[in-house]
């Protein structure tokens, strides 16, 4: 079953689609909302405030790609869409088998968890560390610290999250593209070099600390004292 706190916005003008997918993913323990044409996916995202957007491409009133572009510029919602791939998280082609589609739309929210926040551009600062995506910079305890692209852009989702634990897929994601196919050891490097740069002690961190099987948090209350898992 899904997680029953997963909302699904289904956006899709053909009612034999519509009927079937809202009777299979409710029975796959989805929330389901529909929209059938572009502009009414439009007004009703900022109410519904799903988390996946399951999109066709050929839509009334405002194209599929239009939405998706749309939608891409207000949030990070994962979007799987119908027929075509055109800066979505993953794509289907009709005709298609339920099972397919709930186990890519499974796939998609396990990297993309639902409460993640997108990074907003706005200056971040958790504790004793501070980052400035305009001006490309960070101070620690007041001193600054340069950072390497990657690692600006990582400890930028990690300030943007603090307090939540984001998947290691979820940071490669977002970091280096969900196209990536490199050694995943790459993100681990690039943890332990901010951790040389954030934390007082990198090899006892309490900062950006591991969450053994899945990934890792900025903690958003740095405990005092209190070793975290390297």
Known sequence: MADPQATVLIVEDEESFVEALV??????GFLVKVARDGAEALSLF???????????????????IDVCRELR????????????????DDYVTKPYRLRE???????VLR???????A???????VGDVRLDPERHEVFVRGDAVSLPLK????LEILLANAGRVLTRETLIDRVWGPHYVGDTKTLDVHIKRLRSKVEENPSAPRRITTIRGLGYKYEAVIPPGRAALA
Not at 23 to 28: P, S
Not at 151 to 154: A, R
Request: without cysteine; hydrophobic residues 45%.
């Open 23 to 28: 009777v299979g993913l409710k029975r796959e």
């Open 101 to 107: 589609l709930v186990a890519r739309m499974r796939a």
């Open 111 to 117: 990297r993309s968890p639902p409460d993640e926040e």
């Open 119 to 125: 990074v907003t551009g706005e200056a971040l600062e």
């Open 73 to 88: 510029g207000r949030s990070r919602v994962p979007i799987i869409m119908v027929t075509a791939k055109v800066g979505a």
């Open 46 to 64: 900022d109410i519904v405030r799903p988390d996946l957007v399951l999109l066709d491409v050929m839509l009334p009133k405002v194209s599929g």
């Open 151 to 154: 690692e600006f852009e990582l």
